[in-house]
């Protein structure tokens, strides 16, 4: 089992930024990939962005590229999701998981094998 925790989301402006971090405990952070999902209301969820084991390889959805970046620090068991330039679409819960695969694609929420319980993110206009 892997226990993981979401924290940074908020309530700001269109064109502002927040930093999200999931700390991982339990089993060996390092062995898995991860990704951030998000969920708005009455949609499903989707993915966001996602990191490899050792952080060699990340992969983001097309409307977040260039504006959100994910990293990882193995030595902290943490993965962060770097927002800027955020768009009121980009109000959600954001939800970090670890991955069964990771491969550069649109990820489904299928491929999670553990969740976070999710940050609200709430951008105004």
């Known amino acids: 089992q892997v226990q993981l925790v979401e924290s940074g989301g908020g309530l700001v402006q269109a064109g502002g930024s927040l930093r999200l971090s999931c700390a991982a405990s339990?089993?060996?952070?390092?062995?898995?990939?991860m990704g951030w999902f998000r969920q708005a209301p009455g949609k499903e969820r989707e993915f966001v962005a996602a990191?490899?084991?050792?952080?060699?390889?990340?992969h983001y959805k097309d409307s977040v590229k260039g504006r959100f970046t994910i990293s990882r620090d193995n030595d902290k068991n943490t993965v962060y999701l770097r927002m800027n330039s955020l768009k009121p679409e980009d109000t959600a819960v954001y939800f970090c998981?670890?991955?069964?695969?990771?491969?550069?694609?649109?990820?489904?929420?299928?491929?999670?094998?553990?969740w976070g319980q999710g940050t609200q993110v709430t951008v105004s206009s």
């Open positions: 998981a670890a991955l069964r695969a990771y491969y550069t694609a649109t990820l489904p929420a299928s491929l999670a094998l553990y």
């Open positions: 339990g089993r060996t952070f390092s062995n898995y990939d």
């Open positions: 990191i490899k084991r050792k952080g060699e390889s990340t």
